[in-house]
């Protein structure tokens, strides 16, 4: 059995229209990477306080399915 191509030699192996299919998948994965690795932001938390007294979570709630209607 002969030794394990690389990566790269499998995609050169490739027609252009695969590769670039292969390219794409790729820097799908690397977004996706990037994305998985920031940690959660929680800054907007506290932001509605000023709204407890006048409304309720279900109120904001239905005002926001009232806007996207």
């Known amino acids: 059995m ?3 191509q690389s990566v790269s030699e499998l995609v050169a192996g490739l027609p252009p ?3 670039q299919q292969v390219r794409e998948f790729v820097e799908t994965l ?3 990477r990037r994305r998985q690795r920031r940690p959660p932001n929680f800054d ?3 932001s509605l306080t000023e ?3 006048k ?3 279900v ?3 239905h005002q926001i399915s009232r806007w996207r209607t």
Do not use: F, I, M, Y
């Open 59 to 61: 109120d904001l709630q």
């Open 44 to 46: 907007w938390a506290g």
């Open 51 to 53: 709204l407890r007294e």
């Open 17 to 19: 229209d695969c590769q």
């Open 2 to 4: 002969g030794r394990a």
């Open 55 to 57: 409304c309720t979570s």
């Open 30 to 32: 690397l977004v996706k």
